[in-house]
């Protein structure tokens, strides 16, 4: 984007995910800075401005969005409000950063993108695995040929009922489908489906059923699914949030051996192949979200690309939209 030598940043929503994972990063960003942050609760807003030495804060998103020291703008909302806030950033001219899931549904993310494109605003979308060096690395084992051609993707994700979950009265807005689109699945289960995307390629198919067996909250609770990438590749994969027990392991199966590793968190990736097993350890960044945001400002100053566009982000929301939504057949 050309006319900027910096990007001053304005956060819509800083809430709690941009405490650590992503707030910080916009300052140690080299030419960036956080200028201005906003939340409904002018109180919480001025406390989170202060905590984080940030110059101005605000209770409404429209006077950050319009500031003129402000070039670029985090939303950083429930997914309820991403797609107006959106709109409105683009419509302000200004690069727009948005968080995952980019929005309630498919068809609202497209809204997004075509608004973008016919604007000649960039969208990006904090699907930050995609710039993590444990992830850079897994690329580059595929890339290089470690495990041969890849054949099969094996994704399982299991979590045991939470206590937060239990009280129906104060339900946390991730499992409230007017607000999040659905459920954990949503939540964080598109991290699995967007990162499968980077490593090989869209999906093409998705099929599958979600339910809500522990009747806990409105949303699904449980999903299976089975998907093909434009690449040939087959893939299935379950999440169950009323497990025994955590389980987090996407595998993906070559034609010369396998590599096994977690979604979340740094634990090792298990390189299977040529008849030895090798553990590889990438540590993460304190700040999880700098090496995406690094990328959205280098794309910015014109000096490199982001992995994770609208574009992309909307081929994540469509997948998840074939169970959740699934079309007529």
């Not at 950083?76 to 806030?85: G, V, Y």
């Not at 999906?203 to 434009?230: C, S, W």
């Not at 999440?239 to 034609?255: K, L, P, Q, S, T």
């Not at 979340?264 to 008849?275: H, K, T, Y």
Request: neutral net charge.
């Amino acid at each position: 984007m050309t006319g900027l030598s910096t990007v001053r940043w304005g956060i819509v929503g800083c809430g709690a995910v941009t405490e650590v994972k992503s707030g910080p990063a916009f300052s140690k960003v080299p030419d960036a800075s956080l200028v201005a942050v906003m939340r409904r609760d002018g109180d919480k807003a001025r406390d989170y401005a202060r905590r984080h030495g940030v110059p101005r804060w605000y209770d409404d998103a429209d006077a950050l969005i319009h500031d003129a020291t402000v070039d670029a703008v985090y939303v950083a909302t429930p997914p309820s409000s991403h797609r107006d806030l959106a709109l409105a950033v683009i419509a302000a001219g200004k690069p727009l950063y948005l968080e995952k899931p980019m929005a309630m549904n498919h068809r609202q993310c497209l809204e997004i993108v075509e608004a973008g494109r016919a604007a000649g605003v960039p969208v990006f979308v904090a699907y930050y695995r995609r710039a993590l060096p444990r992830f850079g690395a897994i690329a580059r084992l595929l890339r290089e040929g470690a495990i041969g051609s890849p054949r099969l993707v094996n994704v399982v994700l299991h979590h045991p009922l939470e206590d937060r979950y239990r009280d129906r009265a104060n339900l946390p807005w991730t499992v409230r489908p007017e607000i999040s689109g659905g459920g954990i699945f949503v939540d964080i289960g598109c991290h699995t489906l967007d990162i499968l995307d980077f490593l090989l390629g869209p999906i093409a198919d998705a099929r599958g059923m979600a339910t809500n067996q522990l009747k806990a909250y409105p949303a699904e609770d449980a999903v299976a699914m089975a998907f093909a990438f434009r690449s040939g590749v087959l893939g299935t994969g379950v999440w169950n949030f009323g497990a025994d027990r955590r389980e987090d392991r996407v595998e993906i199966v070559g034609d010369r051996g396998r590599l096994v590793f977690a979604t979340f968190g740094d634990g090792p990736i298990q390189l299977d192949a040529e008849g030895r097993v090798q553990d590889i350890r990438v540590a993460n960044p304190e700040h999880i979200q700098q090496p995406l945001i690094a990328t959205v400002v280098d794309a910015l100053l014109g000096r490199g690309e982001c992995p994770s566009t609208g574009d992309t982000a909307a081929r994540t929301s469509w997948v998840m939209d074939q169970v959740l939504h699934p079309p007529v057949r």
